[in-house]
């Protein structure tokens, strides 16, 4: 069986039409469809519309994670779960995270067209605020879902105009009454694209994903005094505006060190100073850090130092400054039985391939923690930009990706036992 390209790459075209935008710098269309927004709330309908319309019984659950279940010949057996999510950063294009979720309902497409139903039930999902732009959380749903981030805790959690999860979710009709608690899997397993440039430039045609790497991530807030910028010396300063350039130059100082290795990697992507008057000295600024690693020993030793830099620029800075831990997640190594099986199928398609650790973390990795569980990565192109409106995989890329889940999927869903 071979998926239908067209088809596909077509789906793909008709969401990221949702939430559209003109990027002003590339001039390219990008998508901004953030979650439990309006955009995100049409885009989620359009995707439950495709779902019930492959017959498929939809359920939401309630931090809006979607189910959409597909019956086995043997429906008491757990199920084979595929999937991402829709959700995007405000600069994002067509790819990410969609193409695991219309991807597998392609499979599920091609399953239907050849009339053929897999001993398994199939499971197709998306996961509510994977990326983290609007509530600070990464894989939150998915988290939810999985056990590791309460349920009462997410719901509380806040946008930067004060707007709760379970309100927003109330108010696109997206609560859900099935319980968060995600029964195991017998697998699940997600077709992504590689947001990096490794497969195009080892001119690989996919991804064998061996794991995520680790992540940390930091809200800082620095208060200082605001001072005319024009009357007060240098030296009587509080500007915390100094002290968070410092912190990032920092950030910079711990990878050009070398003494964490050649893997570790350090941003600084929000910073925002108030009141933001180019004659004021600032009085509070809150920015963000993102540290990642593949090694949690060498995270957390860089994490160690960091901290202590925190400290130190507080002091000599004549400033205070706080930290609130937004996201923490260990390394996670995905089961040696999905990588085989991404593997082989690639192979008897005649499809390059590689092993690969994911540098961006991934609803995989939290479903990593209930059942087997894998990912198929397809390269990019313009040097695999992605969480930007150049995002780019060819129509054959995502469909090489799609066809090696389709063959993954099923041969996780032809598997004896309950």
């Not at 779902?51 to 057996?77: S, Y």
């Not at 080892?202 to 910028?229: F, M, N, P, R, Y």
């Not at 108030?274 to 850090?289: A, D, H, M, Q």
Request: glycine share 10%; hydrophobic share 40%; aromatic share 4%.
């Amino acid at each position: 069986m071979n998926i239908n390209a067209e088809r596909l790459y077509a789906s793909l075209t008709a969401l990221g039409q949702i939430g559209a935008y003109s990027d002003p710098d590339s001039g390219v269309s990008g998508v901004r469809r953030l979650a439990l927004t309006a955009a995100d709330a049409q885009g989620r309908r359009h995707v439950v519309e495709q779902m019930k319309a492959l017959g498929l019984e939809v359920t939401v659950d309630q931090i809006g994670n979607v189910f959409a279940r597909r019956r086995g010949r043997d429906d008491g057996a757990r199920p084979v779960m595929a999937g991402s999510h829709i959700d995007s950063v405000a600069t994002a294009g067509r790819f990410d995270g969609c193409l695991g979720v219309l991807g597998a309902l392609e499979v599920v497409h091609t399953l239907n067209d050849a009339k053929h139903v897999t001993r398994r039930p199939l499971v197709v999902a998306f996961f509510t605020e994977e990326e983290g732009s609007r509530f600070g959380t990464d894989m939150l749903g998915s988290a939810v879902a999985t056990g590791r981030v309460p349920l009462e805790r997410a719901w509380g959690l806040k946008d930067a105009a004060g707007l709760s999860v379970r309100a927003e979710l109330e108010a696109i009709g997206f609560l859900g009454a099935q319980s968060v608690a995600l029964a195991a899997p017998h697998a699940y397993v997600e077709c992504h694209i590689e947001q990096g440039p490794t497969l195009k430039a080892a001119q690989q045609d996919i991804g064998v994903v061996t794991g995520v790497q680790a992540i940390c991530w930091h809200e800082l807030t620095l208060i200082g005094k605001s001072a005319h910028a024009g009357t007060t010396p240098m030296a009587l300063r509080a500007d915390p505006g100094v002290a968070a350039s410092r912190i990032n130059v920092k950030l910079r100082e711990l990878v050009a060190s070398g003494r964490y290795g050649t893997e570790l990697r350090a941003t600084m992507g929000q910073l925002r100073l108030e009141p933001g008057l180019v004659n004021v000295v600032p009085n509070r600024v809150t920015c963000t850090v993102d540290l990642r690693n593949p090694e949690e020993e060498i995270l957390a030793r860089a994490l160690e130092e960091l901290l202590g830099f925190y400290r130190q620029v507080a002091t000599e800075e004549k400033i205070t400054l706080t930290h609130r831990e937004t996201a923490r997640t260990p390394p996670v190594a995905f089961a040696q039985k999905v990588q085989e099986l991404v593997a082989g199928a690639a192979k008897r398609r005649g499809l390059s391939s590689r092993a690969i650790v994911s540098g961006a973390g991934h609803d995989c990795q939290e479903l990593a923690r209930l059942c087997p569980a894998g990912m198929v990565f397809v390269p990019g192109e313009a040097d695999g930009i992605s969480h930007n409106p150049r995002e780019l995989s060819t129509s054959e890329q995502c469909a090489n990706g799609v066809n090696v889940l389709l063959d993954v999927l099923t041969a996780l869903a032809e598997e004896e036992g309950r």
